[in-house]
């Protein structure tokens, strides 16, 4: 979105005009239209770009599933992984009514003992975590609700960045930890 508080995809779809070099108006033509579901369909071949609903966790996630094709169960949920392991997806769920997001923040910030933050932010029922993990980035998202945290973490080797940092980007949007509908939406 903008800083200036502008609707999300009014910001989009300006921003697509501008890329375009077509008339700045925030509302899409039906030939404008057809090239940005074109230029998507293209990214989503590419990627394999998959909504999915994770049943050990409830989390309805984006997968790059063409990135990401091997999964497997995880210690609290799922994990998708690249054929050797450049690019790792894991989702996690930990129902505890005594346990404390800060708490849990810090403990992420943390572990493993090869993690450097650098960049973080806690709010009431959620929080980010982004940095180096070793060789690799990583990010971990997560939401509070009803005594639960539900979140995912994805890293990935650094000379895979300017691909997959987009992606994590398109990942989040599609992050739903407490889905409303439990079938994926299109």
Sequence with gaps: GALNGEDPMLTAIKNFQKRTKAKVTGVLTAEERARLVAA????????????VLDPA???RIGLPAKMVPHARDAARGTRWS???????????????????????????KKAPSSRKVEYSVLHDDNFFISGLQGLKKF????????????????LFDQMMETIVAPVMVAMASAFSPFPERSAPFA
């Design 40 to 51: 998507n369909s293209d990214r989503e071949q590419e990627f394999g770009w998959s909504v």
């Design 57 to 59: 966790t409830g989390i």
């Design 82 to 108: 690249s054929k050797h392991g450049e690019v790792q997806v894991e989702t996690f769920r930990i129902k505890d009514p005594n346990l404390k997001l800060a708490a849990l923040f810090e403990q992420e």
């Design 139 to 154: 990010s971990v998202r997560a939401r509070l609700r009803d005594g639960e945290v539900r979140g995912f973490t994805m």
